[in-house]
């Protein structure tokens, strides 16, 4: 019925009782989720859509400066607020969990909704090595912090 990364306004509004059901959505460090985006679309190689622009650039950076920017002035690039949001740009789920506390947010959402035990599998893991933090320069810093700064905003997110 909804693609898998349908905004929550969407199904809100196509839900019948949305109010009435626990909802819940996660949220990642906008420098961490670029980085991971990256090495990601590297890791599953010419079967993922993007792989065709990612890999002719040289590098995190070089994909940052010469495809991640100029993009962002043409075209608007969703933060993760947008997904979570209503029309009026409020969180309309009930809970928003972090992926830094990715775990323990998910046991806490289980927990209140009387689900236990259960484990959250690891899925669409990169071959990243590196913190994120080693990822970046001051230019490619602040292209993040121009691109996600709702996200900045709303979820307190700092590099």
């Known amino acids: 019925m909804f693609n898998v990364h349908a905004p929550a306004s969407l199904v809100s509004a196509l839900v019948v009782g949305w109010d009435t059901y626990f909802s819940f959505g996660f949220v990642r460090n906008p420098w961490d989720y670029w980085v991971s985006l990256y090495y990601h679309v590297l890791t599953i190689g010419p079967s993922h859509p993007e792989w065709q622009v990612v890999s002719r650039f040289d590098g995190f950076r070089s994909y940052m400066l ?89 979820f307190g997110y700092r590099f």
């Open 66 to 154: 010469n495809y991640v920017e100029p993009l962002s002035r043409d075209t608007y690039i969703l933060n993760q607020i947008d997904y979570l949001a209503d029309h009026s740009g409020l969180p309309c789920v009930s809970e928003v969990g972090r992926f830094e506390s990715l775990h323990a947010d998910f046991d806490r959402f289980c927990s209140q909704i009387g689900i236990n035990n259960v484990s959250l599998p690891r899925l669409n893991a990169s071959s990243r090595v590196s913190d994120y933090h080693d990822c970046y320069d001051l230019r490619t810093r602040d292209i993040v912090t121009q691109i996600n700064q709702r996200d900045l905003e709303v």
